[in-house]
T-cell receptor, first 110, second 114 residues
Framework: GEDVEQSLFLSVREGDSSVINCTYT??????LYWYKQEPGAGLQLLTY?????DMKQDQRLTVLLNKKDKHLSLRIADTQTGDSAIYFC??????????FGSGTRLLVRP | SQTIHQWPATLVQPVGSPLSLECTVE??????LYWYRQAAGRGLQLLFY??????ISSEVPQNLSASRPQDRQFILSSKKLLLSDSGFYLC?????????????FGPGTRLTVL
């Protein structure tokens, strides 16, 4: 079945760039997503990318998609302490569901 | 604009007691609705989804059940809670078919079973 994998933890210094990586297995995925979860809150959609795109940029966020390697990344430029959260990668399966990774906890050090 | 509500925000229940969590969506019609559970420090586990009134698909066999009595209302229930039912329960709705189909999440309900 489909599977989405992420590293569990990333620590960066404030002002540096953060890169969160994700791998997925379903090559037929049409959309891939990044969500952010702050402590005690629901998931907030950050951005998504269509599978025929290689890159999508939205202000400080850059999403890179490598379909050949089934690899997705989220780059956050000029990382701030408010970016500390858990980031989830997800892919759309063939039905009504999204398949989520286990989440990457980003810690931004002052 | 669309909004999604969950009630209650937090709940502490004894083992063996019943459960009812409510999710309501405003500003859209005939949404797909989802219930997820997130255990402490873990990812999301899809429990149920619904594509219409009275239509429920179960992803994980367990002592929980779901119902959709109205178009924009989704309820998660249990007759007898287990310790392992503790977690953060998230409801979500899906955007329009044909688009990116992203899911939008509610604020969640923190359930502690003692």
């Amino acid at each position: 079945g489909e599977d989405v994998e992420q590293s569990l933890f990333l620590s960066v210094r404030e002002g540096d760039s953060s890169v969160i990586n994700c791998t997925y297995t379903d090559s037929s995925s049409t959309y891939l997503y990044w969500y952010k979860q702050e402590p005690g809150a629901g998931l907030q959609l950050l951005t998504y990318i269509f599978s025929n795109m290689d890159m999508k940029q939205d202000q400080r966020l850059t999403v890179l998609l490598n379909k050949k390697d089934k690899h997705l990344s989220l780059r956050i430029a000029d990382t701030q302490t408010g970016d500390s959260a858990i980031y989830f990668c997800a892919e759309k399966d063939s039905s009504y569901k999204l398949i989520f990774g286990s989440g990457t906890r980003l810690l931004v050090r002052p | 604009s669309q909004t999604i509500h969950q009630w209650p925000a937090t709940l502490v229940q004894p083992v063996g007691s019943p459960l009812s969590l409510e999710c309501t969506v405003e500003g859209t019609s005939n949404p797909n609705l989802y219930w997820y559970r997130q255990a402490a420090g873990r990812g999301l586990q899809l429990l149920f989804y619904s594509v219409g009134i009275g239509q429920i698909s179960s992803e994980v066999p367990q002592n929980l059940s779901a119902s959709r009595p109205q178009d924009r209302q989704f309820i998660l229930s249990s007759k007898k809670l287990l310790l392992s039912d503790s977690g953060f329960y998230l409801c979500a709705w899906r955007g329009l078919a044909g688009g990116p189909n992203e899911q939008f999440f509610g604020p969640g309900t923190r359930l502690t079973v003692l």
